[in-house]
């Protein structure tokens, strides 16, 4: 999966700034004291990470992430956190030495979210925090879900990350209550995306990054003309400003 987050610059204007915001209320929710070890699995460009340390004040706080462009973009931001290239079933962080270990938008990418989620665990000290958040697939609401859903009517099969069953809340929290973990909640997150107008839409949704816009930016180019067409006539502003909402799914549990 990491060669398909092979631009952290693209992948702000695709994503990051949509995990920013919906971070804001996850990490609301979260409620944790400042001055905590704080360990950001999938941290990707950093975007979410820069969010934690801005908003919780964290002692330490280590990004982990087998992209290694992604990192690069994360690393030149020159944020107070150290970037680690690994996986979320191998992170390279000592038994219990931090207090909270999250995952933002990454839980659907691993193709072993239980394994994630214990490696977590294993990372993490008693009595810390365990949280994720990532888009809801099931729902009527997520980046891209226009440009997918028009695809579908199409003919084209939705491009999905591996493990969207692991976005749904009653799978976040059979994962959770199974690692052990207590205290167990979830909840959904609700933020509405926008963009100036059409093209700008358009064109962020479309950037070679992720599972979607990789795939559009790999088709025909009459089919891509034939898509953006459509996308285009199913919006009632026409070429002017986009407003839709997006919706995660986030879950939070007790070591
Ligand atoms: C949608 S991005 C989320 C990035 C960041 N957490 C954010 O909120 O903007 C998904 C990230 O998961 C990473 N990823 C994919 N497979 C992974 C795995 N097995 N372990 C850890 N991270 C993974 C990708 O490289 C990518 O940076």
């Known amino acids: 999966m990491s060669q398909i987050f092979n631009d952290g610059a693209a992948y702000e204007r695709l994503m990051g700034r949509w995990s920013r915001k919906t971070g804001h209320l996850f990490l609301d929710w979260l409620d944790v004291p400042p001055g905590l070890d704080w360990l950001d699995v999938g941290c990707g460009n950093g975007a979410f990470t820069e969010e934690v340390i801005a908003r919780c004040q964290p002692a330490s706080i280590v990004g982990v992430d087998p992209s290694e462009a992604q990192l ?28 909270v270990a999250v995952m933002a938008l990454v839980i659907s990418f691993v193709p072993d979210p239980p394994a994630a989620v214990r490696e977590m665990k294993r990372c993490v000290r008693k009595g810390g925090v365990i949280g994720a958040y990532m888009w809801d697939f099931v729902g009527p609401a997520r980046p891209g879900a226009l440009i997918s859903n028009t695809l579908e009517q199409m003919g084209v099969a939705p491009q999905f990350p591996p493990r969207i069953d692991a976005a749904r809340q009653d ?85």
């Open 171 to 255: 799978m976040m929290r059979e994962i959770w209550e199974a690692a052990g973990l207590t205290d167990v909640e979830t909840r959904e997150l609700r933020i509405t995306t926008e963009f100036p107008s059409f093209q700008d839409f358009w064109e962020s949704n479309t950037l070679p990054v992720g599972p979607l816009g990789t795939f559009v930016s790999k088709m025909d180019e009459a089919k891509r003309e034939e898509l953006k067409e459509r996308v285009r006539a199913a919006l009632p502003s026409g070429d002017g400003p986009v407003s839709l909402p997006a919706w995660a799914n986030a879950v939070k549990g007790q070591v």
């Open 72 to 99: 690069a973009f994360a690393r030149s931001r020159g944020a107070a956190a150290t970037y680690l290239q690994s996986d979320a079933t191998h992170l390279p962080v000592a038994d219990a030495s931090v207090d």
